[in-house]
């Protein structure tokens, strides 16, 4: 009990601004040795209320939704539905970009759009493009040896190098035996897993993690069956392949993924390195880009099973899967007997204005924020199944306040239907 009490003294202190993903059960599967230190303090969590209840869900519970359904298509937009979400936003309505799927009842979809075509720089919901890109290239390697991806996510080990320069998001640290989960920049020479490195790059959004993922999968890429590769042969690698030769295995790591699983590049796409380094040693000259319905497409392909394959869907839905606090959308209170599953991203700017304080998510010259999120709960009142994406620009406004309102007015909208 004590060591279950020092492990949630040190979570409680380190909560805010911090996200986790996969389930907490996860960790004999992953090694994400995060996962093992909450899942030793999940009682005294629950009986604390010390997370939101909706990040106890086991691995069995993640589920991919739309599984078997061959011929699911996106239906055209409700008319009403999607009035009553435009409501929702009063004046600013055109700033936004918004695209949700209820599909609580499978057989019977409704959509619902606002501006969905609307275009923006996905800022680290890109980081989802990463992800696909492992997923799809290890599929290509071992397309009947799903033991042999999974041994591969779990078994290689890479150590942090010039790729991760220059990003400070925080990320989690524990290892057995330690009283607790300590929250601290990666450092070069920084080794662990592949799991764990994913962990970092969409749990706490780490840029660093970022760096190291897509500078490894372009190794697998070019490397095959011979990957890992030491780190000699990846530094030769890198400094004497061409930066031309660089990039075309940057588009074919990152961005041919997306063609080959259905999405647009046109709509969403990740255009450079997360990192100055990374963008200095392959200089990809695209730009970034999401548009709310082609983020949502990328959920509801994962939910059919079809980013890949199931197994590599369902692998990504967990990773997805929030297990800690929860910011921007994700954080209303809402949303706390849920299950949610939530990628998002900013991106602000500021201009010499007399008479305003600019800051973080109150940009005046930029204010992008984008949330995307599935959102499941199972109780008395009901189950509910859908997916939202947000995408927004309002200007001099708190854009993270704005997500949570507008997530607590869908969830009651999508309650009300069922």
Not at 52 to 80: E, H, M, N, Q, V
Request: glycine content about 6%; some cysteine; overall charge positive.
């Amino acid at each position: 009990m004590k060591r279950w009490i020092a492990l949630v003294t040190s979570i409680g202190i380190l909560l805010p601004g911090t996200l986790g993903a996969y389930p907490l059960d996860g960790y004999k599967d992953t090694d994400i040795t995060r996962l093992d230190a909450y899942w030793l303090a999940r009682q005294v969590i629950i009986d604390q209320k010390i997370l939101p209840k909706g990040i106890f869900w086991k691995s069995d519970d993640i589920k991919l939704r739309l599984l078997g359904d061959s011929s699911y298509t996106l239906p055209a937009p409700d008319p009403a539905l999607s009035a009553k979400i435009k409501a929702m936003l009063g004046s600013d309505w055109r700033s936004y970009g918004i695209a949700l799927l209820d599909y609580t009842d499978p057989k019977n979809p409704v959509y619902a759009a606002v501006n969905p075509n609307r275009s923006q720089n996905p800022a680290s919901v890109g980081k989802i493009t990463i992800l696909l890109g492992w997923f799809q290239a290890l599929a290509n390697l071992y397309p009947d040896d799903i033991a042999a991806r999974a041994r591969i996510l779990r078994d290689t080990t890479i150590t942090a190098d010039g790729f991760i320069q220059r990003d400070r998001h925080d990320v989690p640290f524990w290892k057995p035996g330690d009283p607790k989960v300590l929250r601290r920049p990666i450092e070069e020479g920084e080794t662990d897993n592949l799991w764990t490195y994913m962990d970092w790059m969409i749990s706490a959004s780490s840029s660093a993690a970022a760096g190291m993922l897509m500078k490894e999968l372009m190794l697998l890429n070019h490397f095959g069956k011979e990957y890992p590769v030491s780190e000699e042969v990846s530094r030769d690698f890198f400094e004497k392949t061409s930066k031309r030769d660089l990039v075309k295995l940057f588009r074919r790591s990152i961005q041919e993924p997306l063609k080959q699983n259905d999405i647009d590049p046109q709509k969403f796409r990740q255009g450079k390195f997360f990192t100055r380094e990374g963008k200095r040693r392959v200089p990809a000259t695209a730009n970034s880009i999401a548009t709310a319905r082609e983020l949502l497409r990328f959920v509801m392909l994962m939910e059919e099973g079809k980013l890949v394959d199931p197994w590599s869907s369902l692998e990504m839905k967990k990773v997805l899967y929030l297990t800690d606090a929860r910011v921007r959308y994700a954080a209303s209170p809402s949303l706390d007997d849920a299950a949610v599953y939530y990628k998002s991203g900013s991106l602000y700017g500021c201009k010499p204005e007399k008479g305003y304080e600019c800051g973080k998510y109150r940009g005046n010259r930029i204010n992008n924020l984008n949330s995307m999120a599935i959102v499941e709960t199972d109780s008395d009142h009901g189950n509910l199944r859908y997916a939202v994406v947000v995408l927004s620009n309002v200007l001099k406004k708190d854009s993270s306040e704005k997500h949570q309102e507008l997530a607590a007015k869908i969830h009651a909208l999508i309650g009300s239907m069922h």
